[in-house]
């Protein structure tokens, strides 16, 4: 006899659950249109009176705390919060009136039959029947594609809705979990950040005045163009940055998003005194100087239940963001019209990207071993390093450095100074903390505050002539060398030295638990040098044949075959479980979830593969041909390059060559970085050619590296002199890809046409 035991969970009644609700319909926001605008015409009249005579602080808060509380307390009337029970039943949220008016015809029906027992109401009942399921199914599939296009753009909810679907428990967005309170995470994050300040302060007495004095004269930086004064903006420019700006809502905002933004034409005038008021002024209200954190796990697959797998998100007022959004205009334009961007810092500029720092990094490394040169890749970590930033280190950089002066230094010093958060979580909310430190991630200037912050560490680096690439807070040193050049080692252990000095009087840490390095090149060459040196001033080389840098996994071969084995094991898991739910989708909505989870994870830094081998390329080739055959419905024995061209799909290896060859022309046309412009060389012949108005580029003579492939700077070059002229000569990047993407197209599948 065989015994056995399950343990099965029983489901547990629907709890109705109390929440306070806000329903907002359309007699409700004519109302509040309606209303709004003479109580905040008339607050800013007031205030028109009494600004008239002097200018103060107090004032200011006064007029915004009386607008922002207008706003609130108009909503409250018009539509106020209301206790509501909320079903938490299993009722599939797309049964509508018509499936359930078919549900109950069809359970009449089956009573029927089974009271009369006759073969013509039971062949009525299963018509009944077959019908109400076509229903229920086709109801199904409109409610998820109602999902999928109201959401294509946001991944993480189209991947929780898959989640959802397929029933995957290992995918589903993790939540945070009720042992944790607000209060835990805020006195968790603050510890982090003192922990962090004491420490360094422990460290910097050890420096000697004399090392951190000649640190900070290579980092010094000289400039005589000054910003002294923000400028205002007109209600043009303010429209247009709230008509592109997210819908997001935080806790602080006195409305919706959605709703200040339907009805900001009748409230412009008030919105837009706030904003040039505090830019004339050099003062931020103290309203907008409060964020709600919340805890972002930092990884999926980290444990919800340990603080530590958590970093703090900083959730800002709509409006603040509004003003951050105006100062990062005028302040880019400062920066970029006076060159003061760092060449090398790819993190949160236009053109510039994760793909084109590793494409500069990896072009580098593959014109060494070109040369049969070693390279060490070193991937430099900071802990919390956004939470950290010193507001006095911050200014003076400001002030000397970046030439900010007058009332738009005074702005900053107001933006900075009297910050306060909260963490919410679960619905609660903890004490309100004063921020002394860092800047806030989540906001619009913080970014940009970081990499200013950041700037001298290029000069740093340069003095000790070794190559770098900085994105945000990630630096990437390297350095080729011979084998037998000790001298070389040494330059770097002194970078590193004067790096870690740098960042201890500027209050970063160096984590070197998740800092690495790697050594690439021929592994007779790396054998020889790795039994040289076992650690970089206390850096300890990766034992691991790979490294992850910016999201894609380099070897040491620089062969890119682990990136590839990763990207096609998660590409394929996607894969499955949308073919558990392919039934209920139509080809439009399967097509933007395999775009979406697939598709982008082969595209991603695919110009890195433009000289992998065939053999390597194979497999994320048959990853799109399994994505075609999913969505097409065709058979795996059919022929795949029918199924290809009917999708009007791109190859791998052409998709590699048009990401090449619209980076190419970005460059050439101004809008790529300068550090990939400098890798291509327009042609230009010495005496007349009919060629020299042809557009071509000049072909660097070098000869095939040693590991990886071509560098960038020869495989763009020999592609891009390939394309007809009237691809070459497009004016517009859209004309270009189109020309483009038809030209790849026929030369791929110019056989099967």
């Known amino acids: 006899m065989i015994t056995f035991q399950l343990t099965l969970e029983h489901p547990s009644a629907p709890v109705n659950k109390k929440q306070l609700r806000r329903t907002l319909t359309d007699r409700s926001v004519s109302e509040f249109k309606h209303t709004v605008q003479p109580v905040l015409s008339d607050i800013l009249r007031k205030y028109s009176e009494t600004s008239s005579h002097s200018i103060s602080p107090n004032i200011n808060d006064h007029f915004v705390n009386d607008a922002l509380q207008a706003l609130r307390s108009t909503l409250d009337v018009v539509a106020p919060l209301k206790p509501k029970f909320v079903r938490q039943n299993r009722v599939a949220p797309w049964f509508n009136a018509e499936t359930r008016s078919l549900k109950q015809e069809t359970r009449k029906l089956e009573r029927e039959w089974r009271r009369s027992g006759s073969e013509q109401s039971l062949d009525i009942w299963k018509h009944s029947l077959l019908n109400y399921k076509k229903a229920l199914r086709r109801a199904r599939s409109q409610y998820y594609s109602t999902l999928i296009s109201e959401n294509g753009n946001n991944p993480r909810f189209l991947f929780s809705t898959i989640a959802k679907l397929t029933r995957s428990q ?56 000054t910003l002294d004064c923000f400028t205002a903006v007109d209600q043009a420019e303010i429209t247009s940055i709230i008509t592109s700006s997210k819908s997001s809502t935080c806790l602080l905002d006195p409305i919706p998003t959605r709703l200040f933004k339907e009805t900001f034409p009748l409230i412009n005038d008030p919105i837009l005194t706030m904003i040039n008021t505090s830019l004339e002024t050099g003062y931020v209200p103290q309203s907008f100087k409060y964020a709600v954190v919340k805890p972002l ?45 760092e060449d090398f810092q790819s993190g949160f500029r236009p053109h510039h990207s994760t793909e084109t720092a590793l494409v500069r990094v990896s072009n580098d490394l593959l014109l060494a071993s070109e040369k049969g040169l070693l390279s060490i890749l070193v991937l430099l970590d900071l802990s919390a390093a956004f939470d950290t930033i010193d507001h006095s280190i911050l200014l003076h950089r400001l002030e000397q450095d970046i030439g900010i002066r007058g009332s738009a230094l005074q702005w900053f010093k107001s933006y900075l100074s009297d910050r306060y958060q909260f963490v919410n979580v679960n619905g609660h909310s903890s004490q309100c903390t004063r921020v002394n430190y860092g800047v806030p991630q989540g906001s619009v200037l913080g970014p940009i505050l970081f990499t200013l912050y950041m700037l001298p560490l290029g000069n740093i680096i340069r003095k000790h002539s070794i190559n770098f690439h900085c994105y945000a807070d990630d630096t990437q040193l390297y350095l080729s060398m011979k084998p037998d050049q000790n001298d070389q080692i040494e330059k770097l252990n002194a970078c590193i030295s004067d790096i870690k000095t740098w960042m201890t009087i500027n209050y970063l840490l160096l984590n070197p638990e998740k800092t690495e390095v790697i050594i690439l090149g021929p592994k007779n060459l790396r054998d020889a040098l790795s039994a040289q040196i076992v650690s970089l001033d206390g850096i300890s080389i990766a034992p691991n044949s790979t490294v992850r840098n910016l999201g894609v996994l380099l070897d040491k071969d620089l062969s890119f075959k682990a990136h590839i084995s ?88 052409s998709r590699i060559k048009f ?9 050439l046309h101004g809008m790529a970085p300068s550090y990939i412009k400098d890798l291509i060389v327009p042609y230009h012949p010495i005496r007349t050619l009919r060629s020299q108005n042809a557009g071509l580029l000049v072909v660097p003579r070098i000869s095939q590296s040693t590991i990886g492939g071509r560098a960038f700077c020869h495989q763009a070059p020999v592609l891009w002199n390939k394309l007809p002229a009237h691809v070459r000569k497009a004016d517009s990047v859209s004309t270009f890809k189109v020309r483009l993407k038809t030209f790849l197209f026929g030369q791929a599948y110019c056989q099967t046409s």
């Open 566 to 653: 990763q990207a096609c094991r998660t590409a394929f898991f996607h894969l499955r479980n949308i073919a558990k739910i392919r039934n209920i989708l139509s080809k439009s909505d399967a097509e933007k979830l395999i775009h979406a989870f697939v598709t982008s994870r082969l595209d991603y830094c695919n110009s890195l593969l433009a000289a992998c081998p065939k053999s390597s390329l194979r497999s994320v080739q048959l990853v799109q041909n399994a994505a075609a055959r999913l969505l097409a419905g065709t058979s795996r024995r059919d022929h795949i390059t029918p199924v290809l061209v009917s999708l009007h799909w791109l190859p791998v290896d």
């Open 170 to 225: 290992s995918s589903v967005e993790p939540h945070v979990p009720v042992s944790l309170s607000s209060d835990d995470f805020l006195t968790f994050f603050d510890s982090k950040i003192s922990t962090i300040r004491h420490k360094l302060n422990q460290v910097i007495p050890t420096i000697s005045p004399e090392q951190a004095e000649a640190v900070e004269m290579e980092a010094s930086i000289e400039t005589s163009v």
């Open 659 to 667: 990401k090449i060859l619209l980076l190419t022309y970005k460059a």
């Open 297 to 341: 796990l930092k990884k999926p697959s980290l444990d919800p239940s340990i603080l530590a797998n958590y970093r703090p998100i900083s959730n800002l007022p709509f409006i603040s963001k509004i003003l951050e959004r105006v100062v990062v205009k005028q302040l880019y334009c400062h920066l970029q019209d006076n060159s003061h961007f």
